[in-house]
């Protein structure tokens, strides 16, 4: 079982839904909570951080995280075209360095 | 503007040949770190350093080699003996603690020609 598992997709939603994308991992020790976008032939940049229980708001973008379920969401409302990339959760634990562990990420279109 | 450079872009590789990415940052960041890129499988880690002149080994690191003479520079050498080189390289770099996520260069695609 790999330490944190996401859906690949693709995931095609038309402008302006409301995109849900997610992540398990296996680790509890986990405490850090990312999420980086990638668009194609680019380096990943980091969209949110959180390392507590809960949602976080940014703009369009919300990060949840359930500790006691292991499960982390990130939600774009009024998804646009320019939010088509490539979503990537990223977590980390205390004590490793400040290493992360990446899921494989969720490749996201936003049509017309 | 501080940021994190890869270069080059693209590079090409014949059977049997090194090559070096290189990898600099004016972020004043103490760790940076090397992943490889395939699809479907995400980022896996190559190698990391925490300090100058120090440095472990990733999950991957078979094939890879590296240096951190400077503070700011981080390159990788692929060898000849990585079987398969073609992927997506990135270099990141991060303030070691606490753990606010990395900074990420652009990018360099290797392929085997």
């Known amino acids: 079982q790999k330490e944190v598992e996401q859906d690949p997709g693709p995931l095609s939603v038309p402008e302006g839904a409301i995109v849900s994308l997610n992540c398990t991992y296996s680790?509890?020790?986990?405490?850090?909570f990312m999420w980086y976008r990638q668009y194609s032939r680019k380096g990943p940049e980091l969209l949110m951080y959180?390392?507590?229980?809960g949602n976080k708001e940014d703009g369009r973008f919300t990060a949840q995280v359930d500790k006691s379920s292991k499960y982390i969401s990130l939600f774009i409302r009024d998804s646009q075209p320019s939010d088509s990339a490539t979503y990537l959760c990223?977590?980390?634990?205390?004590?490793?360095?400040?290493?992360?562990?990446f899921g494989t990420g969720t490749r996201l279109q936003v049509t017309l | 503007d501080g940021g994190i450079t890869q270069s080059p872009k693209y590079l090409f590789r014949k059977e049997g040949q090194n090559v070096t990415l290189s990898c600099e940052q004016n972020?004043?960041?103490?760790?940076m770190y090397w992943y490889r890129q395939d699809p479907g499988q995400g980022l896996r880690l190559i190698y990391y350093?925490?300090?100058?002149?120090?440095?472990q080994k990733g999950d991957i690191a078979e094939g890879y080699s590296v240096s951190r003479e400077k503070k700011e520079s981080f390159p990788l050498t692929v060898t000849s003996a990585q079987k398969n080189p073609t992927a997506f390289y990135l270099c990141?770099?991060?303030?070691?603690?606490?753990?606010?996520?990395?900074?990420f260069g652009s990018g360099t695609r290797l392929t085997v020609v």
């Open positions: 990141a770099s991060s303030i070691p603690w606490p753990n606010y996520g990395y900074t």
């Open positions: 680790n509890s020790a986990f405490q850090y």
């Open positions: 959180t390392y507590s229980s």
């Open positions: 990223a977590i980390g634990e205390p004590g490793t360095a400040s290493k992360l562990t």
């Open positions: 972020l004043n960041h103490d760790a």
């Open positions: 350093s925490q300090i100058v002149n120090d440095f």
